[in-house]
């Protein structure tokens, strides 16, 4: 392909001609378009070019970004949730901290606290309160 077939292809499709007419207007395969497009991220969405950064990372549903707040990356708390379980190894903050625990003396980690003492509640109760909670320690007086 050449440069200017690419430059052509770039222009037509920013004024809303689709895969199929681009081809027949530059007598060039229909997939070449196509795959041209999604390397250079010229998608169509209604009458108006998207790029793949306008759409949800997890399920690929268009986003509809506000002015002056916060690029959105995802289009919901479920596709969030399940994107960033998938893909773990991709978290940068490294808020992972080392301890051991007061309760049981077994060493347990914890993400983004710091100042944690016991690996469970359980671990926590059963050292606070010698294994019972704080409402069964306490007796009625008659």
């Not at 070019?49 to 997890?58: G, L, P, Q, S, T």
């Not at 268009?62 to 002015?67: A, D, F, T």
């Not at 944690?116 to 409402?135: E, L, M, N, P």
């Amino acid at each position: 392909m050449t440069n200017e077939q690419k430059e052509k292809i770039t222009q037509l499709r920013r004024k809303g001609y689709g895969y199929a007419d681009i081809s027949r207007e530059l007598k060039i395969s229909k997939d070449t378009v196509k795959s041209f497009c999604r390397r250079n991220e010229l998608l169509k969405a209604g009458n108006k070019i998207v790029a793949d950064k306008d759409r949800c990372r997890e399920c690929g549903k268009l986003l509809v970004q506000q002015e002056k707040r916060k690029r959105r990356i995802f289009c919901c708390k479920s596709c969030r949730e399940k994107w960033w379980k998938e893909h773990a190894d991709r978290i940068k903050q490294k808020a992972i901290y080392s301890f051991t625990c007061m309760g049981c003396g077994k060493v347990f980690t914890a993400y983004g606290n710091s100042s944690r003492k016991y690996c469970s509640h359980g671990c926590y109760v059963t050292h606070r309160f010698g294994g019972g909670f704080a409402d069964e320690r306490k007796t009625v007086s008659s």
